[in-house]
């Protein structure tokens, strides 16, 4: 092999791996922000989780993609480490899809067609979206390109006694294994490393015992970026990027059994291998085919082993790395800086962090009633806690938001952005009317021994359950996107100020026909109508933001 044949394969080498990664990242600028939230949506069921992790791996063409975004994912708490397992299932499998299409060589002899249908559409392009759709095609092209260079480049190989010697030496499984794991760690790729011995194999350097090591030994290698990837991110996500390693682990050690166990003049991995690619294909000597097979057959046989067992060893697991505890500080869950670059996954995140406000003002408004039926200051404790935590919700959502519209925003994402800033301080305002407001006429109430009349606290009591319904409805079309149910809660604001009127009059009955208890409540009575009515009017800005945005998803 010649310093030329060196400087081919090096350089067929470096063009495949820019191939790969230009169509990542075309492909990612396509349909990044969709595959997060096809991701987001689809992993609440494990088998949807399962075809997610398989799909999306073979769209963007790389595990290590899949279990970085998973990763990220995790640490930002829009999906649970036990959602991410079956992603990471997936996307074992799907990894090995590049290894099959690696397996067509006359899929070589494409190449060049591929990079001039890539370089001319770039150049015909008129936006963005094109142009990566032609950087994608591009990318496939120079993938090719670069296999074809590097089975070129290592014909001379089969020829060579020391690189026979060599390859001798890895049919030894472990120290096949040994070297596809660190050359994988090194490149940080398992699809190059199966392209690699794809290509010897095509150019007659390499047999199927040789190459089946090394692409067990890629399988592990591959996850060293998804646990770089991890390292800045909290312990949540760093546990689905190992866990990804325990699979892998397991999966290469039952392969790794089935490669010692002797099969009449073969191995047993070795010879179920060629029987699937038979079977499948009709083709008994077709290496680079049988090569490819024998590196899908290994996530397929570690699935069907660890799925019954997948509880048992996620418990061993957990022992080993456990849970993050939860935050005894009060503050927000899902506002990751890691997810700023990708606005509509944060924007996302800031949704289910202002849902979070939700059941908090809830309980407020609740407590806003109940304390005038038990008369029971201790109550008030409970309401400036919870006013505290919205507060403290608030502030950070705004924060983040800011952040935010600091990122490039498509128009729709703009508009969600400032959408999220009138939620959010909305939903403080109310709060503080039942901290301040609503409660300083509590205390008054009780400290001065005051009572109302049987029928002024029910009144009091249905306006306050009235407006406890009102939110809650607004708040689940928020959560479900469900216009239906902001617009029937504007609808009934006229019914809702005529059942308030309804309400003043009856007090004032109650004052003419001189009651006592009313002639000493009226102040306070009054005031609470008011700061009912008030509560009502955030709840109708809510609404009224929701409609407003009706052309983009909240």
């Known amino acids: 092999m010649t310093v030329y044949h060196i400087l081919d394969l090096i350089g067929g080498l470096a063009v495949f791996l820019f191939g790969m990664t230009m169509m990542n990242s075309n492909l990612t600028t396509l349909a990044g922000a969709r595959l997060r939230n096809i991701m987001i949506v689809l992993t609440k069921n494990k088998f949807r989780g399962y075809l997610t992790g398989v799909g999306i791996t073979v769209l963007n063409q790389s595990s290590s993609a899949t279990t970085v975004l998973e990763a990220v994912l995790v640490g930002a708490g829009l999906m649970t480490f036990n959602q991410s397992l079956a992603v990471t299932l997936g996307a074992e499998l799907g990894s090995t899809f590049l290894g099959q299409l ?84 090194i490149i940080q790729s398992s699809g190059a490393t199966s392209g690699l011995v794809i290509a010897l194999a095509i150019s007659g350097a390499i047999n199927l015992a040789q190459a089946v090591p090394i692409n067990l030994g890629a399988s592990i290698g591959t996850c060293i970026t998804a646990i770089l990837g991890s390292l800045s991110l909290n312990k949540e996500a760093k546990r ?97 800086e890691a997810m700023l670059s990708e606005p509509s996954v944060a924007l996302y995140q800031v949704k289910k962090e202002i849902l979070r406000m939700a059941p908090i003002i809830s309980i407020m408004l609740e407590n806003g009633r109940k304390i005038f039926v038990q008369r029971d200051l201790e109550i008030s404790i409970s309401i400036k806690n919870e006013d505290k935590m919205v507060d403290t919700l608030r502030k950070q959502i705004v924060l983040y938001l800011s952040k935010i519209a600091k990122q490039p925003l498509t128009e729709g994402e703009s508009k969600l952005q400032i959408s999220y800033l009138f939620f959010a301080a909305e939903l403080e305002n109310l709060a503080d009317v039942i901290e301040r407001n609503v409660l300083d006429r509590a205390k008054k109430l009780i400290n001065k021994d005051l009572r109302f009349s049987d029928e002024g606290l029910s009144d009091i009591q249905a306006l306050g359950t009235l407006v406890s319904g009102n939110f809650a409805k607004v708040m689940e079309a928020f959560e479900k996107d469900d216009l239906a149910g902001a617009k029937e809660v504007l609808a009934g604001a006229n019914s809702s100020w005529e059942l308030q009127n309804e309400y003043r009059r009856k007090h004032f009955k109650r004052l003419n026909e001189g009651i006592q208890v009313s002639i000493e409540t009226t102040e306070i009575h009054m005031d609470l109508l008011n700061h009912f009515h008030r509560i009502n009017r955030h709840i109708y800005h809510l609404a009224q933001t929701l409609i407003e945005c009706q052309d983009q998803p909240m």
């Not at 142009?131 to 390109?145: D, P, V, Y």
């Not at 260079?149 to 026979?164: Q, V």
């Open 102 to 185: 690696f397996a067509f060589p006359k899929i070589t002899r494409l190449a060049t067609l591929f990079v001039a249908l890539g370089f001319f559409y770039y150049l015909l392009a008129k936006n963005k979206k094109h142009k990566s759709l032609a950087n994608t095609i591009l990318g496939f092209g120079l993938l090719f390109l670069g296999m074809d260079m590097m089975s070129k480049a290592m014909e001379p190989l089969k020829t060579s006694e020391m690189f026979r010697n060599l390859m001798v030496q890895v049919e030894t499984p472990f120290l096949g294994i040994l070297v596809g794991l660190f050359f994988t760690m």
């Open 240 to 336: 689905s990027a190992y866990i990804h390693v325990v699979f892998q682990t397991i999966g290469v050690t039952i392969a790794f059994i089935l490669l010692s166990i002797p099969f009449g003049d073969d191995r047993l991995y070795l010879h179920m291998a060629k029987e699937v690619t038979a079977f499948l294909t009709g083709e008994r000597e077709n290496l680079p085919r049988q090569i490819a097979m024998a590196h899908t057959l290994m996530p397929v046989i570690n699935h069907i082993f660890i799925i019954p067992f997948l509880p048992i060893i996620v418990k061993r697991f957990n022992k080993a790395f456990p849970p993050e505890p939860p935050k005894e500080v009060f503050e927000a869950q899902y506002l990751n």
